[in-house]
């Protein structure tokens, strides 16, 4: 079993940064990709990001691409993705996914999911 905690999240106005933190349980943490998702009141849950065990490969749709930035640090166990200009579409829950077969950005790909933390962007 793997427990996925987010943090971070928050209300801030059109523009401005937030850095969302994923803190993992488990030694397995770092031999697997993580991925970040999110989902807007009545919308479909969408891939944001992804980043490989070492954290040489990332992956990002182009709605996101230039402004977030996922890393992680296997010593702590902790994703982050780091968003910046941020727009009033980018307001949803944000959820990580621990990655454990398939393509990063299939929901089904990923083993276990965090509870989300709620980013509302203000325009």
């Known amino acids: 079993q793997v427990q996925l905690v987010e943090s971070g999240g928050g209300l801030v106005q059109a523009g401005d940064s937030l850095r969302l933190s994923c803190a993992a349980s488990?030694?397995?943490?770092?031999?697997?990709?993580m991925g970040w998702f999110r989902q807007a009141p009545g919308k479909e849950r969408e891939f944001v990001a992804a980043i490989s065990w070492n954290g040489g490969t990332t992956s990002y749709p182009d709605f996101v691409k230039g402004r977030f930035t996922i890393s992680r640090d296997n010593a702590k166990n902790t994703v982050y993705l780091q968003m910046n200009s941020l727009k009033p579409e980018d307001t949803a829950v944000y959820y990580c996914g621990f990655h454990y077969s398939g393509e990063y950005y299939v929901q089904n790909s990923y083993a276990y999911w965090g509870r989300g933390t709620q980013v509302t962007v203000s325009s």
């Open positions: 488990g030694r397995t943490f770092s031999t697997h990709a």
